[in-house]
Each structure stands twice: as structure tokens, then as C-alpha cells.
């Protein structure tokens, strides 16, 4: 089976999130895809503003109706800062027969060097960007063993953090997440000062 995973901090999952996942899971013709919460990314440490439940709460609310997602929860199980490396490990146990493919953002791309492991990480399983609008990618070839791919699909410009942002002034998150996501954030009040 091929199998991606889509991982990120999903603080809230957005559209922009879901359409990525729906364009990769089409161009690269998936078996499975999974969406991986992560405890705390160890390159962006202040990311995270709601607590794990609420997260994983929002991601299930997104996608639960849709077949082709499925949620992985190792990271947020597991705690701590969210290596890669260390997910892909418990993947490849969980999955030994299968081709794994690692779906990140354009914008980590220049990154990528900067990930632990990404040596063995390059020879375990390969790379999926997508291009994101305002962060031309620039893949570092350097790295040894590194399989990149690109993935051409719909850019929207959202982020997590400015759908924080806008919550915080009183702005409406319609049009941006699914209506179950911005219902629980109404009903648990995130994101407010």
C-alpha cells in the first residue's frame, strides 16, 4: 500500500489543511492518508495553543465523515516534543510493507536540513511538498538519499494562526474551517484572550 502522513499542529484544522490532504491523497493516488496531530513541534515551540483534546477533538469533527482521512495520534499519545523521525519509526513497525510518504508545506522546505535525523530520515521514507502561496520553495538537495516530490494542487492561503488571530478580535471564521470546527471552538470559547 502507498500511505501518506500529513502532520502538523492543526491549531485549528482549516481548509486549507483538508484541501491539501484531498489533492495529495488524488495526485499521488493513496491507499491511506493520515493526519498527525503533533504533541509540539520542535521547530515552531510556540505554536500550540489549545490543549491535545481540543485538537484532536476539531480534527475529528473535520474529517470524520470522510473515509479517505483517518487520524493518527501517536505524537499526541507520545508527548513531548513531536520528532519525526520517531513517527516515522512507529509507523514503519506498524506498517513494514509499505511505501510511506511524509506530506510537509513548501514553507518547511528550506528546513528540512535543520530536521533530527534527516539523514536516516531521507533514507526511510520520502517527501511530499506542497507549494505554498508567499513561500517559493527551495529544496535542499543536499541532503543525502533525499526523494522529493511535488505536489501541485489547489493553494489557499490560511493559516492556523491568523484564524487565532481573527477569533481573538471577533472576526468570523466562516468560509475558513468546516462549521463542526468553528461550533467547537464557539462552544469551548479557544482562542479568546
Not at 10 to 17: I, K, R
Not at 111 to 130: G, P
Not at 186 to 193: A, D, F, P, W
Request: with cysteine; aromatic share 10%.
Amino acid at each position: 500500500m502507498k500511505i501518506g502522513f500529513l502532520g502538523g499542529s492543526f491549531d485549528p484544522v482549516h481548509f486549507g489543511h483538508l484541501i491539501a490532504a484531498q489533492d495529495v491523497y488524488e495526485q499521488y493516488h493513496f491507499d491511506r492518508l493520515f493526519l498527525v496531530p503533533a504533541a509540539q513541534a520542535p521547530l515552531k515551540a510556540q505554536d500550540m495553543q489549545s490543549v491535545t483534546e481540543d485538537r484532536l477533538a476539531m480534527l475529528r469533527a473535520a474529517c470524520e465523515w470522510d473515509h479517505r482521512l483517518e487520524i493518527a495520534d501517536y505524537e499526541l499519545n507520545k508527548g513531548g516534543v513531536s520528532y519525526t523521525i520517531d513517527s516515522v519509526r512507529h509507523f514503519q513497525q506498524q506498517f513494514p510493507q509499505d511505501e510511506l510518504f511524509w506530506i510537509i508545506g513548501g514553507d518547511q522546505l528550506p528546513l528540512l536540513h535543520k530536521w533530527k535525523d534527516i539523514n536516516k530520515l531521507a533514507a526511510m521514507v520520502e517527501f511530499i511538498f506542497l507549494e505554498r502561496p508567499g513561500h517559493p520553495s527551495k529544496p535542499h538537495t543536499d541532503i543525502p538519499g533525499l526523494r522529493l516530490h511535488r505536489c501541485d494542487g489547489h493553494l489557499i492561503e490560511i493559516s492556523s494562526s491568523e484564524l487565532r488571530q481573527r477569533v481573538r478580535h471577533g472576526r468570523s471564521l466562516n468560509y475558513f474551517c468546516p462549521q463542526k470546527v468553528i461550533a467547537y471552538i464557539e462552544s469551548k470559547k479557544l482562542y479568546r484572550q
